[in-house]
């Protein structure tokens, strides 16, 4: 009987040819091998580093980055070099609160001593609301804020708005306006929200209804505008821009009704890392709410803690959530509360009636 190997597979002349074979295939590729690793070793450091500075600064997450890095010894010592660090980007630096440790804190404390003001400010956040070690964070998030890092700019702004991790009587309102100034020029949208809303109520600022009604005109604008830049036109549902002044955004809505003032109904915008760690930080270890009593800003996209009792805002309708901040009460309404709120409202006017 005729086999398969017997008709597909030159038959062996003997066992000393087939040794042969193999062993001069072994020296082709062991010379292939040392030939590449020659050509690596005879790169030179610039080379290198500056192809390692594009992977930090464009890698869509840390392991993207960590995996090239681990190949080699050589890699492994250019990758972890401050000028390459100093590249990371936001997306590469974001830390999940479930895996959470001490090698993770010294990664990205030794990211943030290059100078990386993403670094900084996620590092200074974590540390300042999630291991209560306010001094370190703030001095980190204002190490952010000096190199211009807007979300770090407006996180100090709602601590002095606040005046977190101290007593009421070190709110600085003037202090928070500024900062959300800053921060709004440099276009981060919710700075430019809060201070529209301080500039309608005359909060750490003198009242200007006009002009805070153009802010918050500007801020919804600019969402309406960042969703179109990273949303090709071609995916972009008619719906979100046809005008219909009757629709208003609610629960179970796809959409984040922001501009539903408008007729127009974009999606949420994206949230931070810093602020999705806080979030699931809180979330998955209630242990790790520090004393009793302390309350989540209500916002599900922000995730901050009261440092204090009573620290943050409520709504005045139900007082049944609370805020950091007018940024996050006013986003929160247009997305969420609005409909709770009114249940709330509907349900006290079914009881009332019901007496
Ligand atoms: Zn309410
Ligand atoms: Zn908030």
């Known amino acids: 009987m005729r086999t398969r190997r017997g008709l597909c597979y030159p038959k062996a002349t003997n066992d000393d040819d087939s040794y042969r074979l193999l062993k ?18 005879s790169l030179p450091d610039d080379l290198i580093l500056s192809v390692l500075c594009k ?3 464009t890698a869509g997450c ?13 890699l492994n010592g250019l990758g972890m070099s401050s000028i390459v660090l100093s590249k990371a980007s936001r997306r590469m630096l974001a830390v999940k609160a479930k895996s959470w440790s001490e090698s993770s804190h010294r990664f990205l404390k030794r990211v943030a001593d290059t100078g990386n003001a993403e670094a900084c400010f996620t590092l200074g956040m974590i ?32 601590v002095q708005f606040n005046g977190s991790g101290g007593t009421k009587s070190d709110k600085d309102l003037r202090a928070g306006v500024s900062l959300c100034a800053r921060a709004a020029f440099l276009g981060q ?4 929200r809060e201070l529209g809303h301080c ?29 179109l830049v990273s949303c090709p036109a071609a995916v972009v549902p008619p719906s979100w821009l046809t005008w219909s002044p009757r629709r208003q955004g609610g ?26 760690f806080l979030s699931d930080w809180f979330a998955d270890r209630t242990g790790n709410v520090p004393g009793p009593g302390l309350r ?13 009792r009573h620290e943050f805002r409520r709504c005045s309708v139900c007082g049944a959530v609370n805020y950091c901040s007018r940024a996050c009460q006013a986003l929160d309404w247009k997305l969420r509360h609005k409909a709770e709120c009114a249940l709330v409202e509907r349900w006290a006017d079914g009881e009332a009636e019901g007496l």
């Open 199 to 227: 500039l309608q109520d005359g909060y750490g600022v003198k009242k200007n209804i006009e002009e805070g009604r153009r802010f918050l005109i500007q801020a919804n604008a600019r969402e309406l505008a960042a969703v």
């Open 251 to 276: 629960v179970g809505d796809a959409g984040c009704p922001l501009l539903s003032d408008f007729g127009c109904n974009v999606p949420s915008p994206e949230q931070h890392p810093a602020n999705r």
């Open 62 to 74: 840390s392991s993207d980055f960590l995996s090239a890095v681990m190949t080699c010894k050589r």
């Open 55 to 57: 992977l930090s600064s």
């Open 127 to 158: 540390q300042f609301y999630c291991l209560q070690n306010r001094g370190s964070g703030a001095s980190l998030m204002a190490k952010a804020a000096i190199a211009s890092h807007a979300p770090a700019l407006y996180s100090l702004a709602v």
């Open 296 to 308: 989540l800003c209500s916002h599900t996209g922000c995730g901050r803690l009261e440092t204090r």
């Open 189 to 192: 949208i919710d700075a430019l």
């Open 24 to 41: 001069k295939r072994k020296v082709e590729l062991d010379g292939d091998f040392a030939g590449r690793r020659e050509f690596f070793d």
